[in-house]
């Protein structure tokens, strides 16, 4: 029976909502992963925006699953830009080295009144460069909503519409360490992919981007053929998901492991008008990203992609543990707590170990 082992991965993006599903998802995530970068735009109007909530937060996760290597960053919303000054010091004394920015509107309770364009003003120009200073990473979702005139731009294009605003970011603060959350379209990863190294950038990929595209999604006539598969950023072409799959096979260490891992119940995504955006992959992903990099013979780029990559650029040292892979067919859950799972029903060419 064929075998893959590789050094314990790191999750370099998923969501743990807070409560009753909280405990119900985390498990799966710390069985697979020794540790990850833990979001905090959560269900309502929960925003993980101080230091006392960051805290309070890790602080469950860790009851939860006591070993694993919880990063929580702080999210940036108008409260926090308002208090930067005050936060960042207070924030580096606690180790607190992430902050992620989710524009208003474009996801699972982002920043009310924050968009990209915002990066142009004083304010997060200031935020930017005590970013520098104090040698924190610039966590961001980049995708862009609404063009100059106000209109809304298609789903399908705002994250390529977004690298104008990273190419500002590059440009002005050179310096700046960038995390680009879930590359999804195939300008933004040939635009990362042919940068100088000299610039501070990651960027994660999500297995969902790399299985699934547009019309599984939403048919020609922008109706939902399956609202199970929906997410932000959206699944998108065969070009696409190409480029996705070469980034995680090229063996650069500025792409690595983040399964966006997001839940939510079944009657919120499947409910007719406006479906949750979200995709709880975590019971199956390290399984799929095996499959993947075995089907393609890259077998030698998988342990560097889930397991070394993401700790470096995070400044973690890779866990010590191993995990074990076995070439067995596994039937995919359908449910886990009411949540439906990516792909549920189906079956998995490879499960992890016992």
Known sequence: METIEITKPFNGHVHFRNGQMMKDVVPYTAQHYFGGVCMGNLPGDEVIDTIEKNLAYKGAILEIAPSFKAIVPLMVTQNLLANRKTIFPAAKKLGIRVYKFLPGGLSTNGSPGLSLYD?????????????????????????????????????????????LFLQYLLRNFPKLKIMVEHASSWQMIHFIRNLPRKYRIGVTLAIHHASITFPMVINWRGKFVDSRLYCKPIAKYPKDREAVIEAMFSGDPRFFLGTDSAPHLLEAKIRKEKPAAGIFSDPISLQKYAELFDAHGKRKYFENFASIFGPEFYGLDPSKEKITLVKEAEKNPKLIAGIPVFLGGGETAWRVKN
């Open 119 to 163: 990066f142009y003003t004083p304010a997060f120009r200031e935020f930017f460069e005590l970013l520098i200073e104090n040698d924190c990473v610039f966590s961001c979702h980049f995708e862009v909503e609404f063009d100059t005139n106000g209109k809304k731009i298609d789903p399908r294009y705002q994250e390529e519409q977004a690298i």
